[in-house]
């Protein structure tokens, strides 16, 4: 049979349209149809280059007499959990109530209302090793639908009530240097002293917390901390999680680096090309900007959500075998996910555009510079709105979320300091003022069943909303746009400082924010008509927090639209300011005065 998902927007969803079971996309027309059926929905979210997603396909979904069975007592809806990351938040956070195993593909159960009263990840389609088998699966919970309704609608409002209450946060200071330092020892206590890295096996490269030890503050009050990143990247890049074009898979089946599960993420890569940069490892840097650029960058520029693990090897489907082959010539690579995800694409535009900046790559900014041109102009909706993602230059009807906003607005303020050009660093400004003004819109769906999102509050494989906010409004402010970033920034920070604090590992993102906060920023301004001339090559070796290389006429740009930082700086060229919090010294027109520590 043909069903629903030949036409969306998301290639996971289609790769599952020739499925015989009867999948609806998200939409309200699955929760109609459930409640005129009268029967439970079973969710199943997953992710086009997630390998036990194919395999529970191949396995199951592929399956007639699967098929029947769901088709027979359930509404199928199948959801791309990077289209709707609101949705898959949602029933992630449903399903920690059921196990403790969360990962994808996520299979939730749920009344006609969307409430969910069962769930689990990946089940086999027969019991082995202690795994129910997922027709059991389906067997039993139809049975306490149809048997014992009562105590699972009783058990779906119980994980609401809960998920509600979960919610609530208590506002606390700032943490202090001393409490930063305390966090990052404590993450530090967690590394793997024989591998690098953290914890055991499967073992992830973590970089929202490698960033926060790499943190100037943690630098300064916990060294040995800050160390524990340096000594992560050199175990990952010398490892077989790091390709040999330069790209890092998604993580590591064993404590010792070895055995990659083999997709690659353009999230993990682009924050782990900030990584690189900061610690000065040129090549790792290079080779990961080198896939970036060679492998996920689509067509008219943006880049796409990730590399598949699996490909097709002599007429079978192979996880890792063209990534292990000692020749990839002759062979077909793995499909990368084309969407272009707005979040994402702001960390790689960010990553891009600083490395650029740091290495002189100009190539480098043109490229972050055409991804930003794409998704500002493809990523809207008819009401030009920003979306979550886009296909083959197709807008998702996906709204955008906080984290879309934050980490795109991030992004093109980077991209603004590497190029000079002021017209990014208004579109950010332009982003985060609606972020901050109006919030993003909620998951329509959701909001129409009364389900609520989980909120985004701990960092994970990237940024959570709270933190994107965050960090954009600290980028925003550092570049002179006012204190109500600042303001905005330490808001966000202290809704969260409590539990961030508590379990720093959780939240590297929010906590690098809020070293950024406590410490006076400095910012070099340099202006000259050549960029590539010796007092903008000697920038490059300044440990700031904004490293500006400008023209004259782009200094002034940015002062006429109100980044207080360049004011007074437009009149002459050859001049490199040093300012920290604002307060500049006198300018200097030698590059072997510029200071290289802080």
Known sequence: ????????????LRSHADNPVDWFPWGVDAFAEAQRRDVPLMISIGYSTCHWCHVMARESFS??????????????????????????????????????????????FATPQGRTFYAGTYWPPSATGGMPGFRDVLAA????????????????????????????????PLPSSAGLAAAAAAIAAREDATFGGFGGAPKFPVA????????????????????AATRALAAMS????????????????????????????????????????????????????????DVLRREGGAFGAAQDSESWIDGQRSEGGYYLAADRSSLEPPAVDGKVITAWNGLAIGAVARASAVLGEPEWSDAAAAAASFVLS??????????????????STAVATLADLGLLAEGLFGLAVATGDVSWASAGRDLLDEALDEGAAAD??????????????????????????????????????????????????????????QHPFGHGSLLAVAAGLIEPPRQLVVVTDDRSGPLAVASRGVDADVIAVVTPAQARAFA????????????????????RAFVCRLPVDDPAELVGER
């Not at 049979?1 to 996971?12: I, V």
Request: charged content about 20%; overall charge negative; proline content about 4%.
């Open 444 to 501: 329509p769906v959701l909001a129409a069943q009364g389900v609520a999102s989980a909120p985004d509050q701990t960092d994970g494989d990237l940024p959570s909303a709270v933190s994107a906010l965050a960090g954009a409004a600290l980028a925003a402010w550092r570049l002179g746009a006012g204190s109500r970033y600042r303001a905005a920034a330490e808001e966000q920070v202290q809704a969260h400082a409590a539990s961030a604090l």
């Open 208 to 227: 929202t917390t490698l960033r926060f030890l790499q943190s100037p503050l943690v630098h300064r009050e916990a060294a040995d901390a800050a160390a």
């Open 63 to 108: 399956d007639p007499e699967t098929a029947a069975l769901i088709n027979d007592g359930f509404v199928a809806v199948k959801v791309d959990r990077e289209e709707h990351p609101d949705v898959d938040g949602a029933y992630m956070a449903a399903a920690s109530a059921f196990t403790q195993n969360l990962g994808w593909p996520l299979t939730v």
């Open 238 to 293: 010398a490892s077989a999680l790091h390709d040999v074009d330069g790209g890092f898979f998604r993580y590591a089946t064993q404590r010792d680096w070895t055995v990659p599960h083999y997709e690659r993420m353009l999230t993990d890569n682009a924050q782990l090309l900030d990584v690189a940069v900061a610690e000065g490892d040129e090549s790792t840097a290079r080779g990961i900007a080198s896939f970036l650029l």
């Open 1 to 12: 049979m043909t069903n629903r998902l030949a036409d969306t927007l998301s290639p996971y």
């Open 560 to 579: 006429d639209a109100g980044f207080e930082l360049f004011e007074g700086k437009g009149a002459a060229s050859g001049l490199a300011y040093d300012c």
């Open 141 to 172: 919970v139809r049975e306490a639908w149809t048997l014992r309704r009562e105590q699972a609608i009783e058990s779906a409002d119980a994980v609401a009530d809960a998920l509600a209450s979960a919610a609530n946060t208590t506002p606390s």
């Open 378 to 395: 493809t990523n809207r909706s008819p009401d030009g709105r920003l979306v979550r993602a886009s296909l083959d230059g197709v807008a």
